[in-house]
């Protein structure tokens, strides 16, 4: 919040991997380019699926925004559902190293 337009866009631009919380701040993916997108979800985020605008009882979104937003700029996308208002480093650890196993 305490950058300038031009500072969020160039931040998100050239970032490598980008680590966020489900919200807001993700919107940014948008200005991304050849950027791996790690995505910290409460389960509940994912859920409800909606089909014409209802909910259907008991059945998890296969997607989030961001996710959707990755997937429609080809970006690699990586989602950690956490029920923890903060994110088990161990986890996050785990992730960053399997991303580094893919060819950049």
Do not use: W
């Not at 991304?32 to 008991?58: A, M």
């Amino acid at each position: 919040e305490d950058l300038s337009l031009q500072q969020q866009i160039n931040l998100f631009y050239y970032a490598k991997i980008i680590v966020g919380m489900h919200g807001a701040g993700l919107t940014n993916l948008g200005f991304s380019k050849n950027t791996t997108v790690v995505e910290i979800v409460h389960p509940h985020e994912v859920s409800p699926c909606y089909l014409d605008g209802i909910v259907i009882p008991g059945v998890k979104a296969t997607r989030t925004y961001y996710h959707m937003i990755a997937h429609m700029k080809n970006l690699p996308y990586h989602c950690l559902e956490t029920t923890h208002l903060s994110l088990p480093l161990l986890l996050l650890s785990k992730v960053l190293r399997d991303i580094s196993s893919y060819p950049p």
